[in-house]
């Protein structure tokens, strides 16, 4: 081919922030950086489009993509195939061989909005911020092979209520085990402050999601697609940077386990890239919801 309903509740929950990361104008292939020291070249093989369709074989969802000739992502589309609604319209920049631009249109969003993402390949860790009002903060760290560790953010929401302004943290941690994420906590913990200076704080919440894989090497960085992460922003750097292919995710509240998990196989080529990854969503043991991901390259 080379020519669960507390976890889904809860991480919907805390995307919301994360649905403009990464949208406004500039977009110009290359900006000013020449590529050729550029630290956002992509290792991985090029995908220049994946289908996802149900189990009766109806599209639902496509993902679309184009890279320059050093292999940085150029442009990204996801479009909603069941109401011809385009989900991301994104152009990506590079001013310099650390920083990259973002800017387009989100997910119904008639608005275009820019993100900039700069890395700090010494320190380890990428930052990234919107240009609207309220836009989280967001740092992300890796480790020598580019394998994601932690994201965090600082979360202000203003006056939550005609007497309270509150604040909070988010974090993703990462435990990573034989080059791959086999565990992700992702939690919150709220502050809030009355104008009369009363502090409340919440007891810290969180959802844990645990992995494991299967020995096929995964060389299209399909764990993107699984992650709760800021997808323009991972795909670009090709996070979360696992070596395998997962066969299963299930998912905790604290240490609730929770009735939803995930199966997964896969078709490969004869090159060892993806040919088609299916992706089976459980109740206890009843299938509710079957994916097909169908991948196609340069």
């Known amino acids: 081919m080379r020519a669960p309903i507390f976890p889904f509740l809860l991480l919907c929950c ?3 922030p ?21 630290l956002w070249k ?54 310099s061989s650390s920083e990259m631009v973002i800017a387009g249109t989100y997910y119904y969003s008639t608005a275009s909005r820019t993100t900039k993402v700069r890395l700090d390949a010494e320190n ?14 967001f740092q992300t760290t890796f480790n020598n092979e580019g394998a994601v560790l932690m994201t965090s953010a600082d979360v202000g929401f203003g006056l939550a209520t005609a007497s309270y302004a509150t604040s909070g943290n ?5 435990t990573r085990s034989g080059g791959d994420v ?11 402050t009355s104008i009369r200076q009363t502090a409340v704080q919440s007891a810290p919440t969180s959802a844990i999601m645990e992995l494991t894989y299967t020995e096929l090497e995964d060389r299209q960085n399909f764990g993107v697609y699984l992650f709760t992460c800021e997808f323009p922003v991972w795909y670009a750097k090709e996070l979360p940077g696992n070596k395998h292919l997962p066969s299963e995710i299930t998912w905790r509240n604290g240490e609730v386990p929770s009735h939803l998990s ?16 299916i992706r089976t969503d459980f109740n206890d043991e009843d299938p509710v919801l079957v994916r097909r991901y169908s991948f196609y390259y340069k």
């Open 14 to 16: 805390l995307s919301l």
């Open 18 to 38: 994360l649905i403009g990361c990464g949208a406004g104008n500039g977009g110009q292939s290359g900006g000013n950086d020449d590529g050729s020291a550029s």
């Open 42 to 95: 992509m290792r991985n093989y090029p995908v220049s489009k994946v289908e996802v369709y149900t189990e009766d074989n109806v599209l639902v969802e496509t993902y679309e993509y184009t890279y320059d000739e050093y292999n940085r992502l150029l442009s990204l589309r996801r479009t909603d195939n069941m109401v011809g609604n385009r989900l991301l319209d994104l152009k990506y920049s590079y001013p």
């Open 124 to 137: 380890k860790q990428m930052t990234y911020v919107g240009n609207w009002k309220g836009a989280w903060f």
């Open 170 to 174: 988010y974090i993703e941690a990462y």
């Open 182 to 192: 086999v565990r992700v906590e992702i939690g919150t913990h709220l502050r809030s």
């Open 262 to 277: 995930t199966r997964l196989t896969y078709e490969m080529d004869e090159d060892g890239d993806i040919r088609t990854a």
